[in-house]
């Protein structure tokens, strides 16, 4: 996953592409504490070395087995807005 992720993100910088051309949303479904490292790191990790952030991503034990609009709307633009993606609240 981190290589296609990252094959993306440099074909978007190489044309130049608008930040919020392409975002891809993690959403995770279970408690698999590997799994949400895993996201996490991707998440955190991938735009560090200065390329776009494109990737974001929402563990399941947030929704506390509600879904708000809140929630759907970080689902849905967390990972092409930046301030979306940088709330926190939820």
């Given at each position: 996953?981190?290589?296609?992720?990252?094959?993306?993100?440099?074909?978007?910088?190489?044309?130049?592409?608008?930040?919020?051309?392409?975002?891809?949303?993690?959403?995770?479904?279970?408690?698999?504490?590997?799994?949400?490292?895993?996201?996490?790191?991707?998440?955190?990790?991938?735009?560090?070395?200065?390329?776009?952030?494109?990737?974001?991503?929402?563990?399941?034990?947030?929704?506390?087995?509600?879904i708000s609009a809140d929630h759907i709307i970080k689902i849905l633009l967390g990972s092409v807005?930046?301030?979306?993606?940088?709330?926190?609240?939820l």
């Amino acid at each position: 996953v981190e290589n296609v992720v990252l094959g993306f993100m440099s074909r978007l910088d190489d044309c130049q592409a608008p930040l919020n051309q392409l975002g891809i949303q993690f959403v995770q479904v279970g408690d698999d504490e590997g799994a949400r490292a895993e996201l996490k790191r991707l998440d955190d990790t991938l735009s560090q070395d200065g390329t776009r952030d494109i990737v974001d991503t929402f563990p399941f034990d947030k929704l506390n087995g509600d879904i708000s609009a809140d929630h759907i709307i970080k689902i849905l633009l967390g990972s092409v807005h930046k301030r979306i993606d940088n709330y926190n609240r939820l």
